[in-house]
């Protein structure tokens, strides 16, 4: 159980790791109806749109964003914003590590500010974002 | 200004699609929850959805002859610009109530801004488009504003 009394600022929220397979990007891209050749289709992906590898969905990395906020807040809370950017590609077989660290606390208010970001395996951050959660 | 958005683009500005209306689906929450591997398990039994779920449903379901060569649906609504390359930009949601199965929203999508800017490596035209979710009886669900970046 989380109280807003407990947080601090800096506090680090905690991390998870995601490694997208084949599969993975085939049933999330199906499962948002996209039918984009670069998250299934290799041989397109590398000979017609140029990437190296199969693309993973930007959103998808914001999914998983949202998801560090939430798996840390559990029922404590509720989301009230959030943004997100896609700065830089991923590709199939990278590790990609959802983070987010605490930037405000508003305890009048009940709110937490959060800053979040997709780091890649070389410890770039290629999404960056934010979130705004309201404790109970 | 260097001038690369001439009045009749500009007058796109306030601009809205027709709105669109999605009913939400326990089923469609749980394959959405299983593929983006939530952990939580009000997202996997479906009765509540993740908050990036949205993304998902808003998309258009083309018939397949109007998919390009890429597997996309063009979705072209943007005015006609002397820069073509249409790149993602950053997105921003505020959440009002949670989305549910059985709900039936309306999502009206409305090109809010069209602003130049110079950019490293040359001219970029910035759209902002505003979309607001609500329940048929006009409960406000969530409210977007997202940027494409034209270069």
């Given at each position: 159980?989380?109280?807003?009394?407990?947080?601090?600022?800096g506090?680090?929220?905690?991390e998870r790791?995601?490694?997208?397979?084949?599969?993975?990007?085939?049933?999330?891209?199906?499962?948002?109806?996209?039918?984009?050749?670069?998250?299934?289709?290799?041989?397109?992906?590398?000979?017609?749109?140029?990437?190296?590898?199969i693309?993973?969905?930007?959103?998808?990395?914001?999914?998983?964003?949202?998801?560090?906020?939430?798996?840390?807040?559990?029922?404590?809370?509720?989301?009230?914003?959030?943004?997100?950017?896609?700065?830089?590609?991923?590709?199939?077989?990278?590790?990609?590590?959802?983070?987010g660290?605490?930037?405000?606390?508003?305890?009048?208010?009940?709110?937490?500010?959060?800053?979040?970001?997709?780091?890649?395996?070389?410890?770039?951050?290629?999404?960056?974002?934010?979130?705004?959660?309201?404790?109970? | 200004?260097?001038?690369?958005?001439?009045?009749?683009?500009?007058?796109?500005?306030?601009?809205?699609?027709?709105?669109?209306?999605?009913?939400?689906?326990r089923?469609?929450?749980?394959?959405?929850?299983v593929?983006?591997?939530?952990?939580?398990?009000r997202?996997?039994?479906?009765d509540e959805?993740?908050?990036?779920?949205?993304?998902?449903?808003?998309?258009?379901?083309?018939?397949?002859?109007?998919?390009?060569?890429d597997?996309?649906?063009?979705?072209?609504?943007?005015p006609?610009?002397?820069?073509?390359?249409?790149?993602?930009?950053?997105?921003?949601?505020?959440?009002?109530?949670?989305?549910r199965?059985?709900?039936?929203?309306?999502?009206?999508?409305?090109?809010?801004?069209?602003?130049?800017?110079?950019?490293?490596?040359?001219?970029?035209?910035?759209?902002?488009?505003?979309l607001?979710v609500?329940?048929?009886?006009?409960?406000?669900?969530v409210?977007?504003?997202?940027?494409?970046?034209?270069?």
């Amino acid at each position: 159980m989380n109280r807003i009394s407990a947080v601090k600022v800096g506090a680090t929220l905690p991390e998870r790791a995601y490694t997208a397979t084949n599969v993975s990007l085939f049933l999330y891209n199906a499962a948002i109806w996209n039918g984009h050749r670069i998250h299934y289709d290799a041989r397109y992906t590398t000979e017609v749109e140029k990437h190296p590898e199969i693309v993973i969905d930007g959103p998808l990395q914001g999914d998983w964003l949202s998801q560090c906020v939430l798996d840390w807040l559990g029922e404590d809370g509720d989301l009230v914003s959030f943004e997100y950017a896609n700065r830089r590609a991923a590709y199939l077989g990278e590790t990609l590590t959802a983070t987010g660290s605490v930037t405000a606390v508003d305890a009048a208010a009940g709110t937490v500010t959060i800053e979040l970001g997709i780091r890649n395996e070389a410890g770039q951050i290629i999404a960056p974002g934010a979130a705004t959660v309201r404790f109970r | 200004m260097s001038g690369l958005i001439d009045a009749a683009a500009r007058a796109w500005i306030g601009r809205s699609q027709p709105p669109v209306t999605v009913e939400v689906s326990r089923r469609d929450i749980q394959k959405y929850a299983v593929a983006t591997e939530q952990r939580q398990a009000r997202y996997l039994n479906g009765d509540e959805a993740p908050p990036m779920f949205l993304f998902g449903l808003l998309r258009p379901v083309a018939p397949l002859d109007q998919l390009g060569p890429d597997g996309i649906a063009q979705d072209s609504f943007l005015p006609e610009l002397p820069l073509k390359r249409i790149m993602a930009g950053g997105t921003k949601l505020t959440y009002h109530r949670p989305i549910r199965p059985g709900d039936i929203l309306v999502a009206t999508r409305t090109l809010a801004d069209i602003q130049e800017k110079q950019g490293g490596t040359g001219p970029l035209i910035f759209l902002t488009y505003q979309l607001r979710v609500e329940t048929q009886d006009g409960e406000l669900v969530v409210e977007e504003t997202a940027t494409r970046i034209v270069r």
